[in-house]
């Protein structure tokens, strides 16, 4: 079955960087789209940002953009967050999900929390 | 951006009773191929969200029938006929049609 797993979380400073990663199995990675969304202590859920099956096709919420970047390795089923410029407002838990045949019918990780704290 | 208003934000509910969840969005979700892209996910207390429903109203695999989801363009429903323990949780909506996706912000389901 579809298996996600996030990991790289951790503690780091304000104006710092992280990156996540999101390993996947029990299906063609490269044959769909990757979402990440976050979801800050207490909060509801945030879209960060979308990465088409195609590699090239990215998209970001105002929140994140210009300072985090998503990729994949199609040869290693693995998604990617690259954030920088890190800010106390990015703590969050932040779950990859794959996507169904449309950006939607999401299958979710289990998730990897940042705290962003001096 | 298009936004997401769920309600009620709580909803106390008794075992075996029915429950009722609205989401409206500021634009139609309906697309041009017919599907309504709004899907209604359940975050079940310190576990990840799941897909319970995809498209307005199709289940997900898995998902109990008890579950149903209805509801076109911008006005949306997702009902439980009888509640179980099992069903508290926090639920969302979430509109699929355009970047930025938008999460409604959760309706949370508790037990009496």
């Known amino acids: 079955q579809v298996q996600l797993v996030e990991s790289g979380g951790g503690v780091v400073q304000p104006g710092g960087s992280l990156r996540l990663s999101c390993a996947t199995s029990?299906?063609?990675?490269?044959?769909?789209?990757m979402q990440w969304v976050r979801q800050a202590p207490g909060k509801g859920l945030e879209w960060v940002a979308l990465?088409?099956?195609?590699?090239?096709?990215?998209y970001y919420a105002d929140s994140v953009k210009g300072r985090f970047t998503v990729s994949r390795d199609n040869s290693k089923n693995t998604l990617y967050l690259q954030m920088n410029s890190l800010r106390t407002e990015d703590t969050a838990v932040y779950y990859c999900?794959?996507?169904?045949?449309?950006?939607?019918?999401?299958?979710w990780g289990q998730g990897t929390m940042v705290t962003v704290s001096s | 951006d298009i936004v997401m208003t769920q309600s009620p934000l709580s909803l106390p509910v008794t075992p075996g009773e029915p429950a009722s969840i609205s989401c409206r969005s500021s634009?139609?979700?309906?697309?041009?191929?017919?599907?309504?892209?709004l899907d209604w996910y359940v975050q079940k207390p310190g576990q990840s969200p799941q897909l319970l429903i995809s498209?307005?109203?199709t289940r997900a695999s898995g998902v109990p029938d008890r579950f149903s989801g209805s509801g076109s363009g911008t006005d949306f429903t997702l009902k439980i006929t009888r509640v179980e323990a099992e069903d508290v949780g926090v639920y969302y909506c979430?509109?699929?049609?355009?970047?930025?996706?938008?999460f409604g912000g959760g309706t949370k389901v508790e037990i009496k």
């Open positions: 999900a794959k996507d169904g045949p449309y950006w939607g019918d999401f299958s």
């Open positions: 029990g299906f063609t990675f490269s044959t769909y789209g």
């Open positions: 990465i088409r099956h195609d590699v090239t096709t990215k």
């Open positions: 634009q139609s979700l309906l697309s041009s191929n017919g599907n309504n892209y």
């Open positions: 498209l307005g109203s």
């Open positions: 979430m509109q699929a049609l355009q970047t930025p996706l938008t």
